[in-house]
């Protein structure tokens, strides 16, 4: 039994899952939380204005691929089911939906500068801390950043899909907008050129303008 190693990384990544979790979670709360507040009940009414994150868990979005993603060395990715939103509701139909949408990526950009308190904290009041929650923090603050970052782009399903439109209402962004399984695949391509080491880029520099501060 004394010979039994056990992976640094896996270790982190086990600790790390309920960041993981709650990022997602609180990301679609926020969609849920500002489409009821602007009149459209959809989200509340499902069970999905809540910060629990069984909630808004998809299994393969926020179970397999997590998993995929540890197992091949990749970078830990995923979501967790879309908040349903009828802007129908909303009184101000474009304003108000371009808020709903906003409002999670937002949500993760606010979590990250939590976890940079904690993290300026924990460094500043704890010398000599675990280097182990060192990781977790840091790694939070990525991964909140990225998912801050990566929902804005202009691609369908994403956020910033609906943000385009929301800003320029015509027949040519609502056919991109309702681009379908089109635009997953578009978002796939996008992952998979070289356009993602640029992406990557803009993440690792916000979180180093935010290291600043730490």
């Known amino acids: 039994m004394d010979n039994i190693h056990v992976s640094e990384k896996l270790v982190l990544f086990l ?4 960041v993981f979790f709650f990022s997602l979670a609180i990301h679609e709360f926020s969609h849920a939380f500002w489409a009821n507040k602007f009149g459209d009940p959809t989200a509340k009414n499902l069970g999905r204005l809540t910060l629990n994150p069984i909630k808004h868990l998809d299994f393969f979005g926020s179970i397999v691929m997590p998993i995929l993603a540890f197992s091949s060395g990749y970078m830990l990715i995923g979501w967790a089911k879309p908040v349903p939103v009828d802007r129908r509701n909303f009184k101000n139909n474009f304003r108000d939906d371009a808020i709903v949408s906003a409002a999670g990526p937002i949500s993760n ?19 000599g801390g675990s280097i182990l929650i060192s990781k977790i923090l840091i790694s939070s ?30 027949k040519y962004t609502a056919k991109y907008l309702n681009l379908g399984l089109y635009g997953s695949l578009i978002l796939l391509f996008f992952i998979y050129s070289p356009l993602w080491g640029f992406f990557m880029k803009i993440v690792y520099f916000i ?8």
């Not at 600790?15 to 309920?18: A, S």
């Open 109 to 127: 950009f606010l979590f990250a500068l939590f976890f940079l308190l904690l993290l300026f904290v924990y460094r500043n009041f704890l010398p």
């Open 141 to 170: 603050i990525y991964f909140n950043i990225f998912l801050f970052v990566f929902n804005l782009l202009p691609i369908p399903p994403l956020d910033g899909s609906h943000i385009l439109f929301d800003i320029f209402p015509n």
């Open 15 to 18: 600790y790390f899952l309920p």
């Open 207 to 214: 979180v180093d303008l935010l290291f600043v501060f730490k």
